[in-house]
């Protein structure tokens, strides 16, 4: 019996060195961590339950019968993040590049299929050569099934994929159907054709990291949501994202214990929109004030920073927060700022996570570039995703919500539930400036009257109390109120309920 118990110990000792020490010892000199370091740090110590440990690949060809390792490059399983539950599949590069099998495959699907079931969310760290050169067909079945597992549990539990090695060719489309991807620095890079290729096909000269490393994909393409310095600094920030996320579309937010007061004032925000209205101030400023402790989980942070768009809690209960960013093309909303918030918010909703909403927004950005990109279909998927939603909606205008920007920014007729303006709010069809130009075009030559025409019209439609006359808005605050009014708001909104009209699904403008 003990000789048994003893061989059960010495092939869980042959499946967690990989593809052996040299390898791992390669891995290190990368300043990378094996699959099973990452998931010591990502999940709650001695909380990891392993399964397919001794699963091995099918594969007959070039030489690969006599070559299995155990486990065949990826270490599956589930574990808890702060006590609540997930799912987890981590590839081991040092297993055959850790790339993708048929076998490597069916373990990741079963977790999959178990974290839809159970309810937890799937946090995948990816680190691999891409599908298995050496199975063809079977390894792109493989990586098929696992997108169709991924399209499955799309707004049924979080996705969260972290690159933390090379994610390359179809392998790249896992990573893009979840819902937020996270890369590391220097050591991660993802793209569908290689700068080999790319220089055969196209001429083009570019190295890994310029074509698909953490800065172009969390600035540039925004297939990233956020890139980190190293694997530790990754993971820990990935426990800290998964303390904010319902672990699936039936089970709420978190709660947590707050240390907070609930109805904290701030003097400080009665001033924090300049006198002069064309001078900027940060957003970022009101949002980390109304957060309980300050605290704000910042999504795609360097990509379309005319807008904020990220995770606080408010009485230890998560809301999704977006906020038009004055600092950032004075804040206006363009294609990848509509799409950044769009996107958040379906999230969101999917999720039954409360949207925040902060109003600082002279308008659309006008120009050639903004209209061939398709600005129109852009801005309209955040009017769509706005209007589709059905949690509870909280809007607060701070200062400009002029012309289709007012309409789009979770205004009350997108069925806001409580939306608020601060006394410095202007809402109205454009500033006084386009405005009068339009209106008096014949007087242009004089400013006595235009200067009168003016005067006349920011009296009459840039204050917050149109809006109001009407219940557009429903309450006008005192800027330093904002965390109690806003908590208060959504201790009201919690048990809404909302429906819409049945469909199969929508058609989304994409
Ligand atoms: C089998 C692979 C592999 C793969 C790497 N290895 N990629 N084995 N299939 N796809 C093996 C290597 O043979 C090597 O084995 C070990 O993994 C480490 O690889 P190295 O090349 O030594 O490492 P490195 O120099 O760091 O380079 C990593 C790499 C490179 C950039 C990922 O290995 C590479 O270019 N691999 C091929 C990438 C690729 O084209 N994949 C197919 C993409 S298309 P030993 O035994 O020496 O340690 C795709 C289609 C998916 O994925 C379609 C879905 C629809």
């Not at 319902?246 to 937010?253: A, E, Q, T």
């Not at 300050?294 to 807008?307: L, S, T």
């Not at 330093?480 to 009014?485: D, E, I, L, Q, V």
């Amino acid at each position: 019996m003990s000789s048994i118990i003893d061989q059960l110990e010495e092939s869980r000792a042959r499946a967690r060195l990989g593809g052996g020490r040299k390898r791992i010892d390669s891995q290190h000199a990368k300043g990378k961590l094996t699959a099973r370091e990452r998931l010591e740090v990502l999940l709650d110590p001695g909380s990891f339950e392993e399964f397919d440990m001794f699963v091995k690949h099918r594969s007959a060809d070039f030489g690969m019968e006599t070559t299995h390792i155990p486990g065949d490059g990826v270490v599956t399983g589930w574990g808890t993040i702060n006590g609540r539950k997930t799912f987890v599949f981590a590839q081991d590069f040092t297993v055959f590049g850790g790339s993708l099998s048929e076998t490597h495959a069916q373990k990741i699907c079963k977790v999959q299929h178990m974290a839809m079931k159970q309810g937890a969310p799937v946090i995948g760290l990816q680190d691999s050569g891409g599908a298995r050169i050496q199975e063809g067909v079977a390894a792109l079945a493989g990586y098929t099934d696992v997108f169709q597992n991924n399209i499955l549990a799309s707004g049924v539990v979080p996705q969260i994929s972290v690159i933390m090695g090379p994610s390359a060719g179809g392998a790249v489309y896992s990573p893009a159907l979840t819902d937020f991807i996270f890369m590391v620095r220097d050591t991660s890079y993802m793209f569908l054709t290689g700068p080999d290729v790319l220089k055969t096909v196209t001429n083009e000269v570019v190295t890994a990291e310029e074509l698909g490393g953490a800065k172009t994909h969390t600035t540039k393409s925004s297939v990233a949501d956020g890139a980190y310095d190293n694997d530790m600094e990754a993971l820990t920030e990935i426990r800290r994202l998964f303390d904010f996320l319902p672990l699936n579309n039936r089970d709420g937010v978190p709660v947590r214990t707050f240390y907070d007061e609930h109805d904290r004032t701030d003097r400080s925000l009665n001033t924090l929109v300049p006198e002069n209205p064309n001078i900027p101030y940060n957003m970022g400023e009101l949002i980390t004030k109304v957060a309980d402790e300050g605290d704000f989980f910042e999504i795609q942070k360097n990509f379309a920073k005319n807008i904020l768009t990220g995770f606080i809690r408010l009485e230890g209960r998560t809301v999704g927060v977006v906020g038009n960013q004055p600092v950032v093309l004075a804040g206006c909303l363009d294609s990848d700022a509509s799409r950044k918030a769009a996107r958040f918010v379906r999230f969101c909703d999917a999720f039954s996570i409360p949207v925040l909403t902060f109003v600082d927004v002279p308008g659309f950005l006008p120009g050639t570039s903004q209209e061939y990109g398709g600005v129109i279909k852009h801005g309209a998927k955040l009017l769509y995703a706005y209007g589709e939603a059905t949690v509870p909606k909280v809007t607060v205008i701070t200062r400009k919500a002029f012309g289709g920007a007012y309409c789009v920014m979770a205004s009350k007729h997108l069925r806001g539930d409580i939306n608020y303006a601060w006394p410095t709010a202007q809402i109205a069809v454009m500033g006084s400036k386009g405005a009068v130009e339009i209106l008096h075009r014949e007087d242009l030559d004089k400013p006595d009257v235009i200067a009168v025409k003016t005067a006349d019209y920011e009296d009459k439609f840039l204050s917050p109390f149109r809006a109001a006359e009407r219940g557009y808005v429903d309450e006008v605050i005192q800027p330093m109120n904002t965390r109690m009014r806003v908590t208060r708001a959504f201790a009201l909104l919690k048990d809404k309920q909302l429906d819409s009209p049945w469909k199969k699904h929508g058609n989304l403008p994409l």
